[in-house]
Nanobody, 116 residues
Framework: QLVESGGGLVQPGGSLRLSCATS????????VGWFRQPPGKEREGVSC????????YYRDSVKGRFTISRDYDNNTVWLQMNNLKLEDTAVYYC???????????WGQGTQVTVSS
């Protein structure tokens, strides 16, 4: 089971740091991804990190603003989100995998609201 935290309400241009605790899930052979589901839209991939070599992926709209990282010792994956925009408003999830259709272990989600 994965557990997300760190969501909240922030003004445009603000920052949030999401965390994904992966305890209870063996992630050694997985990538861990962040996904989001904006209101009324489908879930989409945001960023992904390979647990073995730390290679990363970002969707175009968050490149240069979001940074994914991992903490081996604490089995945690972070998503630092800077310069947040209104369109970043969504429920954010972490999961094992980089693709919505094939990711298997999901967290319960954390709400991120960007509003002035």
């Amino acid at each position: 089971q994965l557990v997300e935290s760190g969501g909240g309400l922030v003004q445009p241009g603000g920052s949030l740091r999401l965390s994904c605790a992966t305890s209870g899930v063996t992630v050694d052979h997985y990538a861990v991804g962040w996904f989001r589901q904006p209101p009324g839209k489908e879930r989409e991939g945001v960023s992904c990190i390979d647990w073995r070599d730390s290679s990363t992926y970002y969707r175009d709209s968050v490149k240069g603003r979001f940074t994914i990282s991992r903490d081996y010792d604490n089995n945690t994956v972070w998503l630092q989100m800077n310069n947040l925009k209104l369109e970043d408003t969504a429920v954010y999830y972490c999961a094992t995998g980089c693709i919505v259709a094939t990711a298997n272990y999901w967290g319960q989600g954390t709400q991120v609201t960007v509003s002035s």
